[in-house]
C-alpha cells in the first residue's frame, strides 16, 4: 500500500490478468488442445442438435422470465409493500441455491407426484422435459430479471409518463411509447443475463435432460467422464466457448450495464395500499402467484420432512434394506457437512479477499483490460475450466485445492461486483476528507473505510461462501464425485433413487445457508436502513 | 379560464385546501416557500393528483374526474422531461401521433411548432444535443401540440442560466399573447413572480395567501409573510398599527455623528421619518445598493417605532424586531460604520391589515 494510486490500479489489473490466464485461460487452452487428440470428432448433426437445445431453451428461457418479472419489477419500484425487501434480495438466488436443489425443490413442486399435480388432480410430467427445464431457469433467473428490471425502472422519472399523459396518451399507450423504451437497455440487460446463465446451466439439465437433452456444457461433461471421449469434449468445449464470445462481444455493453444495483427503498415510494383497488387487486393477486411460483418450492421440501422428521434419521441410520448414505455417496453425512464447510470456508475467504483488494485498490479508474478480464469468467464454460484444470495439474495439485482454485476463478466476478457495488456506493469523498486530516492510507482504512464497509463486507464474504457452498460443476468436474460436497452428495442420492434422502439433505443445506445470512445480518447494523 | 373551488388534498404532514379563480388568457404566477403546495396545485389542474374533494373546471367543464390524458392541458415540467429516445421533431410530434394525426398533417404541425418557438431545422437533433433553453423551448412546443387553452409551466426557468432566463420569460410572454391562452406558472423567485405575470398567487402552507396584480402584492400585502416573501420590507409600529416600508422609500443620507435629532421630519409635513443608523452592510445589486443599517439605539422616535427589516414568517405571531436593522437603497457605496439617517417617506408606507 506504499505505491501511488495510479500504480496500485496498475497491479490490480496485473494480478487479476495473471490469475485469470493461469486457471482459466489455460486450463481451457489444455482442454481445446484435445480437439487434434485421441478419440472421435462427433457428428456434426449431434453438435447441432446439442447447440440448438441450447439455444433455444435459453432464449425461451429468458423471454419467459423477463415477461413474468415485469409486473414485479413495476410493484417494485413504484410501491412500497410488506415482502418488498425479500424479493430484491431473492435475485441472488440462481447464485447461492445449487442448481441440484433447484432441481428436487422442481421435482417435489412440480413432478409427478408434487405439489402442483396433487392439488389440481393431475398427473402431468412437467419436469423432466423440455417444459421442466425452462421452468427450472424460469424459477432459477425470474428474480434476477426483477431485480434489473426494478433498479432500471425506479431511476425512470415518473414525470415522462405523466408528460406523456397530459399530451394526450393512454395510460397503456404512454407505457409502450415512452416507458418501455427508456426500459428497453435493461430490458436487453436482463436478457442477456439469463440468456447466458441457461446457455450454460449445467446441473439442472444434467438431471432434467435425460439422454435427450443437453447443453453444450452437459455434452461436455458426458463425453469426458462417460464416453471417457476427451477428443469430443474438446469440440463441444470449442464450439461453446467459440458462441459465448459471440455472446459476450455482442452483448458486452448489456452485461457490463448491471452493476448489480437494486430498486431502492424510497421511503417516498407510496404503499401499496394506497394505489387505487383496481391496481391494488392486480398487484396482490399477481405477486401473491410470484410468491407461490419463488417459494413453494422450496416450502414443498421443508414441508416434506416437516410430515416425516424421521427421514433425517435416515440419513444417519439406514432403514432395514435400504442403501446407506455412506454406500451412495461414498461419505458420511458429517463428512459431507465438514467437507462442504471447510472447501466454502477456504475458497470464500479467498475470493472475497481478493475481491475486496481489487475493488478498493482499483476504485474509480477506468481501466478496460482490467474491465474485461475480471468479467471474463462470466461467460466462460464451468465444465471446460473444471476438466481443463484437472487435465493439467491432475497428480500435481492435490484435488481439493484444485477445486478451491478453480471456485475462486469463476466466482470471483460475483463477489467483485458485490464489494465494487458497496464501494463505489461510498465514493472516495470520505477517503479524501480523511487524508486531508492527515491520515495514513491504512489509517483511512481501519477508521474509515472498514467501518462503513463492514455490512457489504460481511455480505460479500457470506456470498463466496456460499457460491463455494453451492458449486456443483465444478466439484464434481475436477473431483469426479469423489469430492463429496452437498450438491454432489444430493446428486448422487438422485441417481440412486432416493429422492426422500436427497430433500432432506437439500432441507440441510438450506437451513446452513439461512442461517449464514441471518447470521451476517444480525452481526452487522443495516446502514442502509437509516 | 380555470376555477379551483374548495379543493382539497390531505397529505400525511399537510393537507392542501384551495381556492383560485384564473382568468382568459392571464399569466399567473405560483409564489411560495417550497411544501407550500404550489407543484401540488399545477398536479392538480393537469390531473396527476386527484383532489380528495371540490371541484377543478377548465373553461367551464368539469375536470375534477378527468384523467390527464382528457384534459386538454398543456405541462412543461422543471426539466422539461423530453423523452431522450426521440428526436426533436418526435418530441414535438407526440401528441399528434398519440391522436393518429395523419404524418403529412403532423409534419406541417412539427414545423409550425418548431417556428413558433424559434427552432426551425431542429427536428432531427437528438434532445442530448440541446442546449437547455433549447430543451426549453422544445418541451414548450411539445405541449403547444394538443392546442391547450391553458399551459402550466413548474418552476420553467430554474434550470436555464440568469441571461437565458430573461430571454424565455420574453418567450412566454411573447407565445401568450400570440396564442391568447392562459399560463400558470410556479416559481419560488419573487422576481420572475413580479416580472411576468399580470397575477400573483402568493401561498403558505396549502393556502392561498393573497392573490393580486403584481403591484398589490408588493406594495400592499395582506401579511408579513407576503410583504417579506415578496421582497426586502421595513417594519414599523405606529400606534397599534405596524407599517410597512420598502428600501426603496428609505432615503439615506450622511451625517456628521450626533447632528440628527431623529424626531425630525425635515419637510416639517409629518410625511417624512427621520432615523438615525449606522451602516452595517452592503450588498450591490447591479442599479443600486442595498445598505443594510443599524439604527441607534434609544433614538429619539415620535412617529413610531421601527420594527427593523425582515418580519418573522409566522402569521400570527407579534412582530418581534430582529435586531433593528433597516435596508435602504442608494445610489453610491457606503462604508460599513458611516453615521447616515434615513428618511423614509411615509406616504408610501402601507399598514398591514390587522391579523
Redesign the interface.
Known amino acids: 500500500m506504499s505505491s501511488t494510486a495510479a500504480g496500485k490500479g496498475g497491479i490490480a489489473t496485473i494480478v487479476v490478468v495473471a490469475v485469470l490466464l493461469f486457471f482459466l485461460a489455460a486450463p481451457i487452452g489444455a482442454l481445446l488442445m484435445r480437439v487434434a487428440g485421441d478419440g472421435t470428432v462427433p457428428a456434426a448433426h449431434a453438435v447441432y442438435r446439442v447447440l440448438r437445445f441450447s439455444l433455444s431453451q435459453a432464449i425461451v428461457s429468458a423471454g419467459i422470465a423477463i415477461v413474468l418479472a415485469f409486473p414485479v419489477a413495476y410493484a417494485v419500484s413504484h410501491y412500497r409493500f410488506p415482502g418488498r425487501r425479500l424479493i430484491v434480495a431473492a435475485s441472488m438466488l440462481p447464485f447461492v441455491l445449487p442448481s441440484i436443489i433447484v432441481v428436487v425443490a422442481m421435482v417435489a413442486f412440480f413432478g409427478r407426484n408434487g405439489t402442483v399435480n396433487r392439488l389440481f388432480g393431475m398427473e402431468a410430467n412437467l419436469v423432466y422435459s423440455f417444459a421442466g427445464i425452462v421452468l427450472a431457469h424460469v424459477y432459477y433467473n425470474v428474480s434476477l430479471a426483477v431485480r434489473v428490471l426494478s433498479a432500471a425502472w425506479s431511476g425512470i422519472?415518473r414525470?415522462?409518463g405523466?408528460?406523456?399523459?397530459?399530451?394526450?396518451?393512454?395510460?397503456p399507450?404512454s407505457f409502450l411509447?415512452?416507458t418501455l423504451?427508456?426500459l428497453?437497455p435493461a430490458v436487453s440487460t436482463a436478457f442477456t443475463l439469463v440468456f447466458l446463465y441457461s446457455f450454460l446451466s449445467f446441473g439442472v439439465v444434467l438431471v432434467f435432460g435425460g439422454v435427450r437433452y443437453a447443453t453444450l456444457e452437459v455434452a461436455i461433461y458426458r463425453e469426458f467422464f462417460i464416453d471417457l471421449d476427451f477428443r469430443s469434449a474438446a469440440v463441444f468445449a470449442a464450439v461453446q466457448l467459440g458462441f459465448t464470445v459471440l455472446f459476450v462481444a455482442a452483448f458486452a455493453r448489456s452485461i457490463h450495464a448491471d452493476r448489480a444495483g437494486v430498486a431502492r427503498s424510497d421511503p417516498r415510494l407510496p404503499r401499496l395500499a394506497d394505489a387505487s383497488p383496481a391496481t391494488r387487486l392486480g398487484m396482490v393477486l399477481y405477486l401473491l402467484i410470484f410468491a407461490v411460483f419463488l417459494g413453494g418450492p422450496l416450502a414443498t421440501l421443508i414441508g416434506r420432512v416437516a410430515a416425516d422428521p424421521t427421514v433425517f434419521r435416515d440419513l444417519f441410520v439406514p432403514r432395514p434394506g435400504a442403501r446407506s448414505v455412506e454406500k451412495i455417496v461414498r461419505s458420511t453425512v458429517p463428512g459431507v457437512i465438514l467437507r462442504s464447510v471447510a472447501i466454502a470456508f477456504v475458497s470464500g475467504t479467498a475470493t472475497f479477499a481478493l475481491s475486496a483488494w481489487l475493488a478498493l485498490s482499483h476504485r474509480g479508474k477506468g481501466n478496460r483490460l482490467f474491465e474485461t478480464t475480471i468479467f471474463a469468467p462470466m461467460g466462460v464454460s464451468v465444465v471446460s475450466v473444471a476438466l481443463g484444470l484437472r487435465l493439467l495439474w491432475e497428480g500435481i495439485v492435490p484435488m481439493g485445492a484444485l477445486v478451491v482454485v478453480g471456485q475462486v476463478v469463476v466466482t470471483l466476478p460475483i463477489v467483485f461486483r458485490i464489494v465494487r457495488a458497496g464501494v463505489e456506493e461510498l465514493g472516495d469523498r470520505f477517503v479524501q476528507a480523511a487524508r486531508v486530516l492527515g491520515a495514513s492510507r491504512f489509517a483511512v482504512f481501519r477508521d474509515v473505510e472498514l467501518p462503513l464497509l463492514r455490512r457489504t463486507f460481511a455480505n460479500a464474504f457470506a456470498y463466496a461462501m456460499a457460491l463455494s457452498f453451492a458449486d456443483i460443476t465444478m466439484v464434481l468436474g475436477v473431483g469426479r464425485g469423489r469430492i463429496a460436497t452437498f450438491p454432489v452428495a444430493i446428486y448422487r442420492l438422485i441417481g440412486f433413487r432416493s429422492f426422500d434422502l436427497a430433500v432432506a439433505l437439500s432441507v440441510i443445506y438450506i437451513g446452513m445457508c439461512a442461517a449464514l445470512f441471518l447470521l451476517i445480518d444480525a452481526t452487522t447494523e443495516r446502514r442502509s436502513d437509516r | 379560464m380555470i376555477t379551483i373551488r374548495n379543493v382539497r388534498k390531505r397529505y400525511p404532514e399537510f393537507e392542501i385546501i384551495l381556492d383560485l379563480e384564473i382568468g382568459e388568457a392571464e399569466i399567473v404566477s405560483i409564489l411560495g416557500p417550497s411544501g407550500s403546495g404550489k407543484t401540488t396545485t399545477l398536479r392538480l389542474i393537469a390531473g396527476f393528483e386527484r383532489a380528495d374533494a371540490g371541484s377543478i373546471s377548465v373553461n367551464g367543464r368539469d375536470v375534477t374526474a378527468l384523467p390527464p390524458e382528457r384534459r386538454g392541458i398543456g405541462y412543461v415540467f422543471q426539466d422539461f422531461t423530453l423523452f431522450p429516445h426521440m428526436s426533436v421533431a418526435e418530441n414535438v410530434g407526440y401528441a399528434l401521433r398519440v391522436r393518429a394525426v395523419p404524418p403529412a398533417a403532423a409534419n406541417r404541425r412539427i414545423e409550425e411548432l418548431l417556428e413558433l418557438v424559434d427552432l426551425r431545422g431542429f427536428g432531427t437533433r437528438r434532445i442530448g444535443s440541446l442546449s437547455g433553453g433549447e430543451q426549453q423551448r422544445v418541451a414548450i412546443a411539445r405541449s403547444l401540440a394538443v392546442d391547450p387553452t391553458v399551459l402550466l409551466l413548474d418552476e420553467p426557468f430554474s434550470s436555464v442560466d440568469e441571461v437565458l432566463r430573461s430571454d424565455l420569460r420574453a418567450e412566454v410572454r411573447r407565445l401568450r399573447s400570440e396564442l391568447g391562452i392562459t399560463v400558470v406558472f410556479v416559481t419560488h423567485s419573487r422576481q420572475e413572480a413580479l416580472a411576468i405575470s399580470n397575477r400573483v398567487s402568493v401561498y403558505k402552507g396549502g393556502r392561498v395567501v393573497q392573490t393580486g396584480s403584481p403591484e398589490e402584492i408588493y406594495r400592499r400585502p395582506v401579511t408579513p409573510f407576503v410583504a417579506s416573501f415578496v421582497g426586502p420590507a421595513n417594519y414599523i409600529r405606529r400606534n397599534s398599527e405596524v407599517l410597512l416600508v420598502r428600501p426603496e422609500d428609505v432615503e439615506l443620507r450622511t451625517v456628521r455623528r450626533g447632528t440628527v435629532d431623529g424626531t425630525t421630519d425635515a419637510a416639517g409635513d409629518g410625511k417624512l421619518l427621520v432615523l438615525p443608523a449606522e451602516v452595517e452592510a452592503v450588498e450591490f445589486q447591479g442599479h443600486s445598493y442595498l445598505h443594510r443599517c443599524r439604527l441607534e439605539e434609544g433614538a429619539p422616535v415620535s412617529e413610531g417605532a421601527p420594527m427593523g427589516s425582515g418580519a418573522p414568517m409566522e402569521s400570527g405571531a407579534p412582530i418581534a424586531p430582529r435586531g433593528t436593522f433597516f435596508e435602504a437603497l442608494h445610489s453610491a457605496r457606503l462604508a460599513p460604520g458611516t453615521a447616515v439617517e434615513l428618511v423614509c417617506d411615509m406616504s408610501r408606507a402601507w399598514p398591514l391589515p390587522r391579523e
Open positions: 422519472d414525470r415522462y405523466e408528460t406523456a399523459r397530459s399530451l394526450g396518451d393512454s395510460r399507450g411509447r415512452v423504451p427508456l428497453r
